[in-house]
């Protein structure tokens, strides 16, 4: 692996799709090494443009604004960091040998969007999955939600975060399901997946690495289990590592592998698994870093970020732990543009903390606007202190 000088000829070029509070990370790790990074989003200045040497803003999702920025900087890598991608460009790029897709083009398709990643885990892998079916309007979903039966969970086959879906008790909640996910997917064309309620002791998230040997070989290593607690299908608190049987840890890292090495290429995935006593299912995989996975900014030595880079540029990656960690969300709490967080320095009085504050350059009362880290001896503590450290900090508008 050659890597030249930044903003010249000799540049070892990368352009993230998606500058979130997870791309910015994946730049600061590029940039360590020398890197040029290029951040393309619908908006200007995020997370990850604040940090990069060049942005651009287009409508992701239009196949020939994107072609064109992609034809114009012809980056050596392209990261998707995000759902809303016009994939078919990077199929077409990938095949055409203008840039490398990460992990490569047909995994991202395949996972940015529900149905495919789910019939390819089901019905050729043969992975065990909770029920589920598709609808493609309010009457489909309403047979295929008895079919299934109640309770159930309505998502759109695109969106992210929890956006778009449901949980549904019974027929008469359809319709308002139906209408939100129509509203919050991430394609115009709307489907949804209706998925039956698996009883589940606990879910995980199981940091997946593809990488390189000496010899040049894929191979695959595995981090230990992330537990966390999702509200509304988005994450709010996450820890490492997770407890689980040596059973069940065994069959969740041959679901992982099995599923990603499917998919190939190279790079950090996030593998969702749900697991009760030491029965494991499949959920979700996401073909770059989680964002429950940001807990490894503290538990680990090279953090998922660090990981991801390292497997792309070809070079040796270490999953190993140093502590017992935890992470919670921080939320913008207001809606408003130019918010000021306070109390910070009383936050970081919490014992073993850490702060990151992404950036993001308007609030939401429920937009995650930073996380608070925290390492201990032990779980309980380390997620008391991420809690308590989040919830001391304050956002307040400009005067």
């Not at 920025?69 to 078919?88: F, G, K, M």
């Not at 537990?227 to 988005?234: A, L, T, V, Y």
Request: proline share 4%; glycine share 6%; aromatic share 6%.
């Amino acid at each position: 692996m050659n890597i030249g000088t930044p903003l010249s000829s000799s540049a070892l070029k990368v352009m993230l799709l998606g500058g979130g509070e997870l791309g910015k990370e994946i730049v600061i790790s590029l940039q360590r090494l020398g890197v040029e990074t290029i951040v393309v989003d619908r908006y200007s200045n995020t997370p990850a443009q604040q940090v990069a040497h060049k942005q651009y803003v287009i409508q992701m999702t239009n196949a020939e604004e994107l072609e064109k920025i992609i034809n114009l900087e012809r980056p050596d890598i392209i990261i998707p960091e995000i759902e809303a991608i016009a994939t078919e460009v990077l199929l077409k790029i990938e095949s055409a040998g203008i840039s490398r897709v990460i992990p490569c083009a047909r995994a991202v398709n395949l996972t940015m969007n529900r149905k495919r990643i789910r019939c390819l885990a089901s019905e050729e892998l043969n992975l065990a999955t909770s029920n589920y079916a598709f609808a493609t309007n309010l009457e489909e979903l309403q047979q295929k939600a008895e079919q299934i039966g109640y309770p159930c969970f309505i998502k759109p086959i695109m969106s992210s975060s929890g956006k778009g879906q449901s949980f549904v008790k019974s027929k008469n909640e359809l319709t308002e399901a139906w209408d939100y996910a129509l509203t919050s997917g991430r394609v115009a064309n709307l489907e949804v997946i209706i998925e039956g309620r698996i009883d589940f002791d606990y879910e995980i998230t199981l940091l997946t690495v593809r990488s390189l040997d000496e010899n040049g070989n894929a191979i695959t290593s595995f981090c230990y289990p992330i537990g966390h607690k999702q509200i509304s299908g988005d994450y709010v608190e996450s820890w490492q590592p997770h407890p689980m049987s040596e059973v069940a840890l065994e069959k969740a890292q041959y679901i992982a592998l099995l599923i990603t090495d499917n998919l190939g290429g190279l790079g950090i995935f996030g593998v969702e698994l749900f697991v009760k006593g030491d029965m494991v299912w499949f959920s979700e995989v996401s073909p770059r870093p989680h964002d429950t996975g940001m807990v490894t900014m503290i538990t680990q030595y090279q953090n998922e970020f660090d990981l991801h880079v390292r497997a792309i540029l070809g070079l040796a990656v270490d999953v190993s732990q140093k502590e017992i960690g935890a992470s919670c969300v921080i939320y913008g709490g207001l809606d408003q543009s130019a918010i000021i967080f306070s109390n910070i320095d009383k936050a970081l009085l919490v014992p073993q903390t850490e702060l990151r504050l992404f950036g993001k350059p308007e609030s939401f009362a429920k937009r995650r606007m930073g996380v608070a880290l925290a390492y201990a001896d032990d779980i309980k503590t380390a997620r008391h202190n991420a809690r308590l450290c989040a919830e001391s900090i304050r956002t307040t508008t400009v005067d």
